[in-house]
């Protein structure tokens, strides 16, 4: 199948350079020097149509592909320029020709000629127009941004350009369920997109443009097409379908308007067809906005989560999946001063799981195979409410609060098969987790510009978090020797209640001053203080229904821990040549104190700390970044509690409360060039991590049950990932990319009191290419090969893929995709394939307002997918049971 997917895009495009000519030449002002970024295009005299446009590059040189024995008008426009028309008959060779522009103009000529270009740029923004890359089968914007250059989205809705992840979504200039790219596109419509604008260098505050490093804040709004604005648009979808088994359905309302007074999204969504807008993992990550406002300080203190390890799924791959999910988002000016925002989300989901694994310990080469089925049930609601006051262009004064309210369930039924020393025991396990944690998080800003040299930034953010883990975990071995534990029952059942609160808060002040046009001095000074509280209890249900609570000090907890990080920071920031130089240091003083077991333990330090960030703009296109920073790494109060943690059934944690901060000193190398000329982007960054004094464990296995505490070593952990992407556009119709990357660690630990040296290595490397085509059908393929190398193990997982969409007889949709998967091992002990396809077909007459689907998932029917993990300690290997085929019906009615 790969040999045929690869004649027939060779034979293609072959076809495609057979049936064209090159027109290229140089662009020009009046005093012959050339003009970068000037925009042209051809229009074809006889069908109207564009056949082709583009840019000049640094030399002023463009180049367009065209039809030959056919009349074209060139339309060319530069900024400040006056836009230019000439008219051009194509012979059967190719052309060059010259072409001076007249002298300047005003900018307003050049912009409906920018306006139907499919690609240009202004400043630090691209515009794509979306109807330029539109073939018909397109239904959100996912499919959409997919098709532009130098744009991906993977498969958890995360969008790419240039490299660059995008950390804001905005629909005509207002943030959309504040910046969430995957809820964007997952459910703007195509047919309402008219542009896509990508804000490179993006600050969220106009008066601190200029002043920070932002070369890798990446922002995109979406403008929508007239007829969308100050008008209700959207649709509804509902749909029935059949399983092997089961009944299928989706009922998918969603709802948008958008006027420059106010905005309002509604999205609903509720099925069993295994579409989850909104995983758990997708709310634990979910920042609402909020943003490291400490990232420049040089000190990390992380407020970790105690999830439980509740299961996450593998993008939304599962045995079976029912979700209900609601979603509201809105925007108002209340005044030219004063805008509210705010969004309010609920998802209740149900997931089951089925697992197979194994876990091989490596020193010993135990082994531990499981046979899991799990059922989960969360419930997850986010409210945030946001106020921007900006009275004129010296004061702004923002404020948030974001609420997280979950409710968590999973109890999972295994088979465990523990084989120690080459003898095989085993056994049923129950276990058990649940959890409702609450966080608000607040944030308050200030921004002042007392004058044109002078800028202050006051920043405030405030944390509280209530978490309530329970764990439960019933067997038949007893796996730890605790105090207090009462032996001989049939079943040993083991529970712990945890809870854990935070409150931290941040501030910090900022003054800019403006020594020259191109130089600034920033002073900065902040604190983070937390005050942690952790209590936790082990207790034992006897076989008669008793409680035996395990009172002993080594079975609980109850520990108070403050965190004061005091800091002074100061950088220099300078334009000099094609050089952005910031060189910059801060000094902490730092306060920790943790009381437990009656006692109180306390470290008090200072510590200076450097940082560095260079540019070189080698073109207007080309960049090299390189970025130093040394960092003081603290750990939060979960690993210095003292007292016995249930990890799970087969792992038991104690804290260090003598544990201190380890430093990591980072440096990494950026390399991004876009070329507009023939839309080529190439871009590859190199980070190298060392951290010394690193925080690992020391771990005691006893056959496969492990307790561990830890500690502070004196050996240091590296880190080296890379990557690295070439892109290109060419002919118009046609899209390719190579992509490399890896990731290799080094980790000391001490396992069975013996030192512990692991390291990984993990490989990816993607090849594809794919057809844009108005009234062809449209193909990409590709192949993808990963590779984990971990001690004593490689994996890998050979992946080609194929997608075909075709839009025909002006109503009908095609789409399919298939991927291929070859899962195995180095020595073959572990050799799966499997693969999978979906197709639908859509129908919809022109300008109708219904839409006819069916569409069909896992049309092969596979069972299951592989996956592999490295836990430092451990190799997992695993088999997870996915949703079986079905085939859905749908309609859906246009708004």
């Known amino acids: 199948m790969n040999k045929t997917l690869f004649l027939f895009a060779l034979l293609f495009t072959s076809f495609s350079f057979a049936q064209s000519i ?28 564009m056949d082709s446009y583009g840019i000049t590059n640094d030399k002023g040189k463009f180049q367009l592909t ?11 426009s530069y900024l400040g320029m006056k836009s230019k028309e000439i008219v051009v008959v194509t012979k059967a060779e190719n052309m060059t020709q010259n072409i001076v522009m007249d002298g300047a103009g005003i900018e307003l000529e050049g912009v409906e000629i920018v306006r139907e270009m499919p690609v240009s740029i202004k400043g630090d923004t691209i515009v794509y127009n ?3 890359f539109k073939s018909g089968t397109e239904k959100k914007l996912e499919d959409v941004l997919k098709k532009l250059p130098g744009v991906e989205v993977n498969a958890d809705g995360e969008i790419e350009v240039e490299g660059k992840k995008v950390s804001k979504l905005m629909v005509e200039g207002k943030d959309f369920f504040d910046g969430d790219t995957k809820l964007g596109v997952k459910n703007i419509p195509a047919d309402a997109i008219d542009k896509v604008q990508v804000l490179r260098n993006y600050n969220e505050v106009s008066a601190l443009k200029g002043l920070e490093n932002d070369q890798d804040n990446v922002a995109m709004n979406i403008k929508l097409k007239e007829g969308k604005k100050n008008f209700w648009f959207g649709d509804v979808t509902a749909g029935i379908g059949v399983a092997e088994l089961d009944s299928r359905y989706i009922i998918n309302p969603k709802l948008f308007y958008y006027s420059p007074k ?3 999204n509604l999205i609903t969504n509720f099925n069993n067809i295994g579409e989850l807008p909104l995983t758990a993992q997708d709310y634990f990550k979910f920042t609402g906005g909020f943003k490291n406002m400490m990232k420049k300080g040089g000190s990390s203190f992380n407020v970790s989560s105690n999830d439980l390890g509740i299961s996450l799924l593998r993008n939304n791959r599962a045995k079976e999946i029912e979700t209900k999910f609601g979603a509201t988002n809105f925007a108002y000016s209340v005044n030219k001063a004063w805008n509210i925002s705010g969004f309010g989300i609920l998802s209740t989901s149900k997931t089951d799981l089925e697992t197979k694994s194994q876990t091989t310990i490596l020193d010993s080469g135990d082994q531990q195979k499981r046979d899991e089925l799990t059922h989960q049930k969360n419930n997850l609601g986010l409210f945030k409410l946001s106020s921007t006051y900006k009275p004129n262009d010296k004061f702004q004064f923002d404020y948030d609060i974001l609420t997280k309210l979950s409710k968590q369930n999973e109890d999972t039924d295994l088979l465990r098969e523990s084989v120690v020393d080459n003898v095989s025991a085993v056994e049923t396990i129950l276990t058990q987790k649940k959890q409702d944690p609450t966080s608000i998080n607040q944030n308050l800003s200030l921004y002042y510009t007392q004058s044109s040299k002078n800028i202050f930034a006051f920043e405030m953010q405030h944390l509280y978090q209530d978490e309530n883990p329970f764990y439960n975990a019933n067997l038949r071995t007893q796996p730890f020797d605790l105090s207090g534990y009462i032996t001989g029952q049939n079943r040993n059942d083991l529970n712990q209640d945890r809870f854990v609160k935070t409150n931290k808060l941040d501030t910090k002040l900022d003054y800019y001053y403006m020594i020259t046009p191109k130089s600034n001095i920033n002073i900065t000074v902040g604190n983070t203080y937390s005050y942690q509280n952790f209590n936790s209890h082990i207790f034992q249900i006897l076989d008669n229904g008793d409680k035996n609570d395990l009172n002993d000090a080594e079975n609980n907890n109850d520990v108070d821990y403050s965190f004061n990080d005091a800091f002074l920071g100061f950088h220099y920031k300078i334009l000099t040549g094609k050089f952005t130089l910031t060189p910059g240091v801060s000094v902490h003083t730092y306060q920790m104190t943790n009381g437990q077991l009656g006692t109180d333990y306390s470290q008090n330090f200072v510590k200076v700390l450097p940082d560095f960030f260079a540019l070189y703009q080698i073109k207007k296109s080309e960049t090299l970044t390189y970025n130093f920073s040394l960092t003081n790494d603290f750990t939060d109060i979960n690993q210095l509690a003292s ?8 792992s038991l944690f104690r804290g260090n409360r ?4 380890a430093t990591s000193q980072v440096h990494s190398l950026r390399y991004f060039k876009y070329n507009m000329f023939n839309f080529e982007n190439i871009f590859a960054n190199a980070t190298y ?21 830890p500690y502070n070593s004196n050996l240091a952990d590296e880190t080296f990932t890379g990557m690295g992407n070439y892109g290109r556009s060419f002919l118009k119709n046609y899209k390719a990319s190579v992509n490399a990357s890896f990731n290799w660690s080094k980790f000391n630990n001490i396992q069975n009191d ?11 490397y993607t090849v594809k290419a794919s057809t844009n085509y108005k009234n062809l059908p449209n193909i990409e393929f590709g192949y993808n090969l990963l590779v984990n190398k971990y001690s004593g193990s490689t994996f890998y997982t050979d992946k080609p893929f194929a997608r075909l969409d075709y839009y025909f007889l002006d109503s009908f949709s095609f789409v399919s995709e298939y991927e291929f998967y070859h899962y195995y091992n180095g020595d073959k002990t572990v050799d799966n394939e499997y693969d999978f396809l979906s197709a639908s077909l859509v129908y919809q007459k022109k300008n109708s307002k219904w839409e006819y689907k069916v569409s069909a998932t896992n049309l092969l029917n596979t069972t299951y997918l592989n996956d592999d993990s490295f836990s430092q300690f451990s190799t997992r290997v695993s088999q997870y049971t996915v949703q079986p085929r079905y085939i859905i019906f749908s309609m859906k009615y246009n708004l």
């Open 658 to 661: 003598f544990l201190e901060n």
């Open 689 to 709: 991590t060392r951290k010394v004094d690193a925080i690992k464990t020391k771990a005691n296995f006893d056959g496969i049950n492990q307790s561990s505490v």
């Open 262 to 264: 106010y905005s309002i």
């Open 643 to 650: 007292g016995y943690v249930l990890s799970d059934y087969s």
């Open 754 to 764: 013996q030192l512990s040296t692991t390291e990984s290595f993990s490989q990816s």
């Open 66 to 76: 065209l039809k030959p024995n056919t009349a074209y008008t060139i339309k060319l």
């Open 22 to 49: 090159r027109f290229d030449g140089l662009i020009q002002d009046e005093q012959k020097n050339p003009l970068e970024m000037a925009n042209i295009m051809a229009i074809n005299n006889g069908t109207k149509a």
């Open 130 to 132: 979306a109807d330029s």
